[in-house]
């Protein structure tokens, strides 16, 4: 199966694990075969939000957008812990103090009793390669840290990416395939399972591609307005209900507050 996905993407072999670390150096991923992507061949898509009452994930001036409690903390780890990859778009990457790692060393464990990498992979998109390669994440070096982007990106950004990250994969002309990136990273970085934390253009993207497996939301109680806060899906949005994405409800519980719900789709 791995072999055919290599095929299949067109990409460079993956690395032995040995050589994996800094400067992997950047992969093409355009010649993905007509034959059809089965679903062994993808990663299982997991995103994990947390909005207010009033919908919003941030405040309209992007400098508030952690209002979860302790609770919800430890269900973003919890789910982290499940995950061979965590997902962030540029925009998340480079106003957030985060470094998408797997968290204390009791959720590592839980990682490596599962069979799991101790840390988890890290994948930020970023299709102009505008993502701020001074963010915490990339100094942060305990996981390999892969970029995902596109043609667009100029011959100094992909440079500067490539000197930041472990890896550079571009993997769409104007637009980002996610069905390529996701396709890719399952057959080179071994990715079963991926949860994607935001923001909402990334999460759009990949909802409407018709990618993601799971929502797991998380309603906390506040309102906050603000007509240019981010939601959990923003970019263009459909036209029409005939093309909305469609949810069932798999579970809900509240604790405190908030809820937490999960929608499988
Ligand atoms: N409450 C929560 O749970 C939560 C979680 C995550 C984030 N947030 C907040 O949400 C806000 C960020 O959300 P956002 O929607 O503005 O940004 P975002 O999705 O984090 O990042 C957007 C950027 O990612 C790249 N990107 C996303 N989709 C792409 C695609 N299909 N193709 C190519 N590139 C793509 C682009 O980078 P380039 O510009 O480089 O092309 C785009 O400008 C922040 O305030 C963050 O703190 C909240």
């Keep these: 199966m791995r072999a055919k996905s290599r095929q299949a993407c067109g990409t460079q072999s993956r690395p032995d694990s040995a050589q994996r670390g800094h400067g992997l150096g950047i992969v093409r991923v355009f010649d993905l ?12 898509v997991v995103v994990n ?6 919908g919003k994930i941030a405040t309209g001036n992007r400098r508030v957008s952690s209002f979860g409690s302790p609770r919800d903390q430890e269900h973003l780890l919890e ?3 499940t995950a061979d990859a965590v997902m ?22 839980r990682r490596l009793r599962a069979g799991l990498a101790e840390y988890n992979l890290r994948v930020v998109v970023s299709g102009s390669g505008s993502v701020n390669t001074g963010a915490r994440l990339f100094k942060e070096r305990s996981s390999p840290t892969i970029v995902l982007t596109t043609e667009r990106a100029t011959g100094r950004r992909l440079a500067r990416l490539a000197a930041a990250a472990d ?14 990136a996701l396709v890719w990273l399952r057959a080179e970085w071994g990715v079963k399972r991926l949860l994607c934390e935001g923001g909402g253009e990334l999460n759009a993207a990949l909802f409407l591609a018709g990618l993601v497996n799971e929502l797991h939301l998380t309603i906390c ?8 806060a981010p939601t959990i899906a923003d970019g263009v949005g459909v036209a029409g209900l005939a093309d909305a994405v469609r949810l069932s409800l798999l579970s809900q519980r509240r604790i405190g507050e ?8």
């Design 33 to 44: 075969s007509p034959r059809r992507v089965e679903a062994a061949d993808m990663p299982f």
């Design 49 to 54: 939000m947390s909005m207010t009452a009033d």
């Design 79 to 81: 789910l982290r812990a």
């Design 88 to 109: 962030c778009g540029a925009r998340t990457v480079d106003l957030n103090e985060i470094d998408m790692g797997p968290g204390p060393v009791k959720y590592r464990r």
């Design 167 to 180: 890896q550079v994969c571009v993997c769409g002309r104007e637009e980002i395939s996610f069905r390529r």
């Design 221 to 228: 109680p506040l309102i906050i307005g603000g007509r240019q």
């Design 258 to 265: 908030e809820i937490f719900q999960v929608w499988c789709l």
